[in-house]
Each structure stands twice: as C-alpha cells, then as structure tokens.
C-alpha cells in the first residue's frame, strides 16, 4: 500500500507561482512511476507529469512544459510540482498518482495508477 497526501493548493493571480507537494508513504519501494493529473470542471482529467522514481526522468504535457517543474526530496518521500507563470486555464483540482511496476504506456493514462491522492485544489484568476 501506498498513501499519498496533497498540499500547497490555493488561489493566485495570472503570473503567479504554486508548489503542490505530494506526501508519500507506505511501500514506496514499489513504486515505478509518480505522476501529477489534474481536473477541471466539466473536463476530463489530463496528466500534467510524470517522474520515473529509478532515473529521476521526468515528462510533461504540452500545456505546462516550460512552465512546470517536477522533482523530489527523497530524504521526505516527498515529491514536487512548481508552477510558474499561471494561466486561468491551470485551474483545477490537482492529484498526484503513483504507479507500482514497470508500464510502457502512456504515462499520461489514469488507469495505469494504483494510488491516488485526495486532491488540492488550485484555483488561477485572470
């Protein structure tokens, strides 16, 4: 079992700056792969990152690449997303995701995850 637990939602202006962490705990040895997805209202849900846990890789999305940054503290088990230079359209609730075994799908595919976070909410004013 792996529990994962959100932080740093909240609500800024166009522009601004976010860094949502993902609190990991439980078998995280097991883990391949931890991604960040978000939904908007009366949208489907879209992968915003991945980072492979073994080479510290990550991959984006189109919509956030050059904008989002993910990493991790190890120390932690703890892992990152800042967001910067925030559109209306980031807005959205934002989970983090983890995938146990090796997958070579897409990354970006919500049914290859086993753990899901609760969600933080991230909300961008124009």
């Known amino acids: 079992q792996v529990q994962l637990v959100e932080s740093g939602g909240g609500s800024v202006q166009a522009g601004g700056s976010l860094r949502l962490s993902c609190a990991a705990s439980g078998a995280l040895y097991r883990r391949y792969s931890m991604t960040w997805f978000r939904q908007a209202p009366g949208k489907a849900r879209e992968g915003v990152g991945v980072?492979?846990?073994?080479?510290?890789?990550?991959d984006y999305a189109d919509s956030v690449k050059g904008r989002f940054t993910i990493s991790q503290d190890n120390a932690k088990n703890t892992l990152y997303l800042q967001m910067n230079s925030l559109k209306p359209e980031d807005t959205g609730m934002y989970y983090c995701?983890?995938?146990?075994?090796?997958?070579?799908?897409?990354?970006?595919?919500?049914?290859?995850?086993?753990?899901w976070g609760q969600g933080t909410q991230v909300t961008i004013s124009s």
């Open positions: 995701a983890a995938r146990i075994g090796y997958y070579d799908g897409s990354w970006s595919r919500g049914e290859a995850y086993h753990y």
């Open positions: 980072f492979y846990i073994g080479g510290g890789s990550t």
